[in-house]
C-alpha cells in the first residue's frame, strides 16, 4: 500500500520568508507519480506539479521549487519570497503509473502568511 | 479550461435522509473520483468510476454508492445519512495517467 506523509500541520510565517514544505511518501512500486496541489480558502484544489518516479530534477516555476529526492523518499516543496496569496492548505499526493489511477493524499499543511 | 462543478457548495440534511451529491466535468474526461476532506486526514477516496456505468470502491466506500449514467456526471449517494458523514466532498475527472482537476467541494452537515 502507499502512504504519503506530511508532517507539518500547519506552518506561519512572515510575509518575504521562504518556507519549505516537507512531504514523505511510501511504496514498494519503482513507477509512480508524485503531485502537489493547493487549496486556498474557496476550497478547490488547484494542481501544481507533477514528477514522475524516473525524473529526479528539481523543478523551478517562478517562486516555486520541487525537490525530488528518492534516496530519502522526499519531494519537498519551497516557495521563495512568500506572499499573503500563498496562504492555502497544501497536498501532496501519489499515484502509481500501472494500476488504479487513484490519489493517495498526504494530510496537507496549512500555510499562512503574515503581512 | 477544465471545469469541475458540483450541485451545492454547502448543504444540510437530517440523519437517515437519502441525499444526492452531483458533479458535472465539461473536458470530456473518462476519469471522476469523489472525495471526502476531513481535518487531519487529507482527502480519502470514496469511489472512482473509468467510464460511463463503470465504477470502483476507493478506501472508504462504507455508507456510500455512486451513480455514472453518462460520461460527464458522477454522482454520490448517501443512502441514509449520518453524523459522521458530515464532511467536504470533493469531486475530481481526469484523463488517463493525467493529473485530476478538482471541484469546489460540498460542504455537507448532518444533523
Known amino acids: 500500500a502507499q502512504k504519503v506523509t506530511q508532517a507539518q500541520t500547519e506552518i506561519s510565517v512572515v510575509e518575504k520568508e521562504d518556507v519549505t514544505l516537507d512531504c514523505v511518501y511510501e511504496t514498494r512500486d519503482t513507477t509512480y507519480y508524485l503531485f502537489w496541489y493547493k487549496q486556498p480558502p474557496s476550497g478547490e484544489l488547484v494542481f501544481l506539479i507533477r514528477?514522475?518516479?524516473?525524473?529526479?530534477q528539481n523543478e523551478i516555476s517562478g517562486r516555486y521549487s520541487w525537490n525530488f529526492q528518492k534516496s530519502t523518499s522526499s519531494f519537498n516543496f519551497t516557495i521563495t519570497a512568500s506572499q499573503v496569496v500563498d496562504s492555502a492548505v497544501y497536498f501532496c499526493a501519489l499515484r502509481l503509473i500501472q494500476g488504479a489511477q487513484k490519489l493517495v493524499f498526504g494530510q496537507g499543511t496549512r500555510l499562512t502568511i503574515n503581512p | 479550461d477544465v471545469k469541475v462543478t458540483q450541485s451545492s457548495r454547502y448543504l444540510v440534511k437530517r440523519t437517515g435522509e437519502k441525499v444526492f451529491l452531483e458533479c458535472v466535468q465539461d473536458m470530456d474526461h473518462e476519469n471522476m473520483f469523489w472525495y471526502r476532506q476531513d481535518p487531519g486526514l487529507g482527502l480519502r477516496l470514496i469511489y472512482f468510476?473509468?467510464?460511463?456505468?463503470?465504477?470502483e470502491k476507493g478506501d472508504i466506500p462504507e455508507g456510500y454508492s455512486v451513480s455514472r449514467e453518462k460520461k460527464e456526471r458522477f454522482s454520490l449517494i448517501l443512502e441514509s445519512a449520518s453524523t459522521n458523514q458530515t464532511s467536504m466532498y470533493l469531486c475530481a475527472s481526469s484523463s488517463p495517467y493525467n493529473e485530476q482537476f478538482f471541484g469546489p467541494g460540498t460542504r455537507l452537515t448532518v444533523l
Open positions: 468510476s473509468y467510464d460511463v456505468k463503470m465504477k
Open positions: 514528477r514522475n518516479s524516473f525524473d529526479e
